[in-house]
Nanobody, 127 residues
Framework: QVQLVESGGGLVQAGGSLRISCAAS????????MGWFRQAPEKEREFVAG????????YYADSVKGRFTISRDNAKNTVYLQMNSLKPEDTAVYSC????????????????????WGQGTQVTVSS
């Protein structure tokens, strides 16, 4: 089992930056592909970014490509999402997810591909 806890959300003005974190515990962190999703009010959960077990592969939604960077530190059991040039439409609850894919250099891009989910952290971008 894996437990995931997000942190670092908050309020930021458009054009600003924010880094959110996801701390994992309960299993071997490096066995899991990791991803970030977001859900705005009245909208479905949306894939944002994903990273493979070793960090060697990443993939981003078109809406955030070039602005967001996902990374992981397996020694700290933590995955990060660096968000730059934030826009009001980025406002959402951001959740991290873990999918069991040991030693596999792939990124999971679908909700159903993940096994564990965190509670989420609120990111609000003002105009």
């Amino acid at each position: 089992q894996v437990q995931l806890v997000e942190s670092g959300g908050g309020l930021v003005q458009a054009g600003g930056s924010l880094r959110i974190s996801c701390a994992a515990s309960g299993s071997t962190f490096s066995n899991y592909a990791m991803g970030w999703f977001r859900q705005a009010p009245e909208k479905e959960r949306e894939f944002v970014a994903g990273i493979s077990w070793s960090g060697g592969s990443t993939y981003y939604a078109d809406s955030v490509k070039g602005r967001f960077t996902i990374s992981r530190d397996n020694a700290k059991n933590t995955v990060y999402l660096q968000m730059n040039s934030l826009k009001p439409e980025d406002t959402a609850v951001y959740s991290c997810a873990a999918g069991f894919l040991p030693r596999t250099p792939v990124v999971i891009t679908t909700t159903r591909g993940y096994d564990y989910w965190g509670q989420g952290t609120q990111v609000t971008v003002s105009s």
